[in-house]
């Protein structure tokens, strides 16, 4: 089992980043973050005054049950949302109260979104798909196609920029949205359940991809999953439970995908024939 460092107290239910790297400066801090739903005459607490630090070239795993608060903490995160109450600071930005609109910059500049369906579009080719954002951003021609590029390079896809989704393999097109998300180079990479559509090889050679990228070029990565052996790639594991940060680790070994990888089997279809004689064996 991989051994961990306690980094806050169960009870706090907040985080400093008290870990390895909190010389480094903060790219996210929530300051005690409320998020209230009105359903009717009933009001739902999602989050119930969260405090945390994120600095960068970290590498960390939101996990928890359905609930727990972690999906609503990822929106606010992403400003996909804003928080009832509290500060949220992003790469020293104060975007609490922030409109839709301003929102909606913020996330094309400072943040690379990775999601469970890929979400690419399926008439447009590999490069092009990863160039969307750059024409978000008024980036020019001649840049947006080294950038894309580059990034396709760094995830394992040089030779592919002109594949279309559907003659890629649900790890490419992961890999694809993986450079789509690098090419802003952005402050932060926030992954929605990226391996949730993957087999478990592929998992891992995503895994790998993050892993090299939080390495090489101090990307900081924020993880949101429910599969606690996924978890364990990052670096540190911050886990909600009814609205509050229960526990928030850091992971002193974690596991690393490219070891594994040389271990596992390449994935094969199974042959009819064999099938028969195994069978019959």
């Known amino acids: 089992m991989e051994s961990v460092t306690e980094v806050v107290p169960k009870t706090t239910g907040s985080s400093e980043g008290t870990g390895p790297q909190s010389d480094a400066r903060a790219v996210i801090t929530l300051d005690h973050i409320h998020k209230v739903y009105s359903m009717g005459d009933v009001e739902v607490h999602a989050l119930r005054g969260i405090s945390l630090t994120i600095r960068e070239g970290e590498f960390v795993s939101i996990m928890g049950a359905s609930g727990s608060g ?3 903490t990822m929106n606010i995160i992403g400003c996909l949302d804003r ?3 509290g500060t949220y600071i992003l790469d020293g930005q104060d975007v609490s109260h922030l409109s839709k609109d301003e929102r909606a910059d913020i ?3 400072k943040i690379g979104f990775v999601f469970q369906g890929f979400n690419l579009l399926s ?3 590999a490069i092009e798909n990863v160039e969307l954002p750059m024409l978000y951003s008024g980036v020019e021609t001649a840049e947006r196609h080294k950038r894309a590029r580059e990034a ?3 995830v394992g896809l040089a030779g592919r920029e002109h594949s279309h989704p559907n003659q890629l393999s649900g790890g490419q097109q992961q890999r694809v949205a993986v450079a789509r998300a690098l090419v802003n180079r952005p402050a932060l990479i926030l992954a929605d359940e990226p391996t949730g559509n ?3 090889r592929t998992a891992v050679e995503v895994m790998e991809i993050f892993q090299r990228l939080n390495r090489e070029q101090n990307i900081t990565l924020v993880l949101v999953t429910h599969e606690p052996d996924i978890s ?3 670096k540190r594991a911050i886990i909600f439970k009814d609205g509050k940060i229960s ?3 850091v992971l002193a070994e974690p596991r690393d995908a490219a070891e594994e990888l040389k271990l596992l089997p390449e994935l094969v279809d199974d042959d009819d024939d064999d099938e028969q004689v195994v069978a019959h064996e």
Do not use: P
């Open 232 to 234: 364990q790639y990052a």
């Open 83 to 85: 928080a009832t109450r």
């Open 152 to 154: 396709l390079a760094a």
């Open 247 to 249: 526990r928030d680790v």
């Open 198 to 200: 993957l087999d478990s």
């Open 70 to 72: 972690k999906s609503t």
């Open 107 to 109: 996330r094309n500049r």
């Open 123 to 125: 008439r447009t080719s």
